[in-house]
């Protein structure tokens, strides 16, 4: 079992280009989220998954998209980046299906905008 | 809108010494606390906690909840250096798909 996973794991931006990152997860977890980390700002969530094919909002989405196509997999999209978006990405999954709600981390992204 | 404290921002300790974090929280509904320990990456799962005075325990680490006073202690005894990490709480609300997480503590064990 790999657990979680993603790529890449260091990514340098322009500003405006833009950029997918892809978390996939084998443990057969219905829920999935992507999450923002920032300097004394603790973990924020930017968009969340309950089951394939469906997505919703978080605490942070403006200028993030995301697909969940697969139940293994859930994309995040950045479509013109900033350097606002400068942050370690974290996806995580969890098995909330069974009634557990901790969640399982990736290992993350690096993302620098310039 | 829930909210999630966690005191100190910052410890620095020595190797032997016992220490206390702590967790306090405004839930809608609450359902669970959930203790976790980030190194150099990603977050790693410890503790949950769904009822009080219920101590969970795991080798030096222990947490317990208190749900009238609303927070939540994480103990680590016999500290190492490898405890040296960001320690996370965060609360899951009934009905809420998701868990909203403190800013955590930065734990600095010193040989």
């Known amino acids: 079992n790999a657990g979680v996973t993603q790529t890449p794991k260091f990514r340098v931006l322009k500003t405006g280009q833009s950029m997918t990152l892809l978390c996939a997860q084998d443990?057969?977890?219905?829920?999935m989220y992507w999450y923002r980390q920032d300097p004394g700002m603790g973990l924020r969530l930017i968009h969340y998954?309950?089951?394939?094919?469906?997505?919703a909002k978080g605490e942070v989405p403006d200028g993030y998209n995301v697909s969940r196509l697969k139940k293994q997999n859930f994309l995040l999209g950045l479509e013109s980046a900033a350097p606002s978006q400068t942050s370690v990405y974290f996806c995580a999954s969890s098995d909330r299906t069974s009634g557990r709600p901790e969640q399982y981390f990736g290992p993350g992204t690096r993302l620098t905008v310039t | 809108e829930d909210k999630v404290v966690q005191s100190p921002l910052s410890l620095v300790v020595h190797e032997g010494d016992t220490v206390t974090l702590n967790c306090s929280y405004e839930?809608?509904?609450?359902?669970?606390l959930l203790w976790y320990k980030q190194e150099k990456k990603a977050p790693t799962f410890l503790f949950m906690l769904?009822?009080?005075?219920i101590e969970k325990k795991s080798g030096r680490l222990s947490s317990i909840l208190d749900k009238k006073e609303l927070f939540s202690i994480l103990n680590i005894t016999a500290t190492q250096t490898g405890d040296s990490a960001v320690y996370l709480c965060a609360v899951e609300a009934r009905g809420n798909e998701k868990l909203t997480f403190g800013t955590g503590t930065r734990l600095t064990i010193i040989p």
């Open positions: 998954s309950v089951g394939e094919g469906t997505t």
């Open positions: 769904t009822s009080s005075g």
């Open positions: 443990m057969n977890h219905e829920y």
């Open positions: 839930v809608t509904n609450f359902r669970s």
